[in-house]
Structures are given as structure tokens and as C-alpha cells.
């Protein structure tokens, strides 16, 4: 089993940015994949980053140039930097985790096998 929680969220205005963490434990030399999703109420979840294990990411057109995912594997923590926000990225984040190898990961991340709990984002305008 692999335990994700995830830390960071808060309330921006429009413009602003916020850093995600997820740390993870457990049976991590598993996880071939790493990635972030969302959620907002009535909508359904969307993909939004993902890395390999190998270092590749992928990006949801809506956050490409914008958010940055990253890990640190010494730290088994996984980030997402995210600038110039807007109130269309207002949602639960939540971090997942997968054994299996992803080509364009981001678009299967909220099918992932592992989730944490998730943090909330507010973006103000």
C-alpha cells in the first residue's frame, strides 16, 4: 500500500501562485507514476500533471505553461507549482499514484490506483 497526503492549498487572488506538496509512504519503490487531478462540485475530475519515474511529464492543455509538476525523490514528496492562477482553477486537488507505466499520464491520473485526500484551492478574481 502507498499513503498519500497532501499539503499546500489555500486561497489566492487571481494571478497569484501556490505550491502543492504530497508526501508519500509506504510501498513507494512501487510507483512508476506520479500525478495530480481535480475536482469541483458537478464537474467530473480532471487530469491535470503527471511525472514518470523516469523524469517525463505531461500537462493538461488548460494548466500547460503554467503549473509545474515536479518530485523529490529523496523526500518521496511530489509538487505542483502553480502560476498565474485563475478562478476556473478553483477545485480539490488531489495527489495520486500508480504502479503501472503511463505514456501521457495526466490524462488517466484520476483513475490512478493510489489518492491522497486532497486540498482545496480557491482562486478570487
Known amino acids: 500500500q502507498v499513503q498519500l497526503v497532501e499539503s499546500g492549498g489555500g486561497s489566492v487572488q487571481s494571478g497569484g501562485s501556490l505550491r502543492l506538496s504530497c508526501a508519500a509512504s509506504?510501498?513507494?519503490?512501487?510507483?512508476?507514476?506520479m500525478g495530480w487531478f481535480r475536482q469541483t462540485p458537478g464537474k467530473e475530475r480532471e487530469g491535470v500533471a503527471a511525472i514518470d519515474s523516469d523524469g517525463s511529464t505531461s500537462y493538461a492543455d488548460s494548466v500547460k505553461g503554467r503549473f509545474t509538476i515536479s518530485q523529490d525523490n529523496a523526500k518521496n514528496t511530489l509538487y505542483l507549482q502553480m502560476n498565474s492562477l485563475k478562478p476556473e482553477d478553483t477545485a480539490m486537488y488531489y495527489c495520486?499514484?500508480?504502479?503501472?507505466?503511463?505514456?501521457?499520464?495526466?490524462?488517466?491520473?484520476?483513475?490512478?490506483?493510489?489518492r491522497g485526500q486532497g486540498t482545496q484551492v480557491t482562486v478570487s478574481s
Open positions: 495520486a499514484a500508480d504502479p503501472r507505466y503511463y505514456s501521457g499520464g495526466y490524462y488517466y491520473v484520476a483513475d490512478f490506483r493510489y
Open positions: 509506504g510501498y513507494t519503490y512501487s510507483i512508476h507514476c
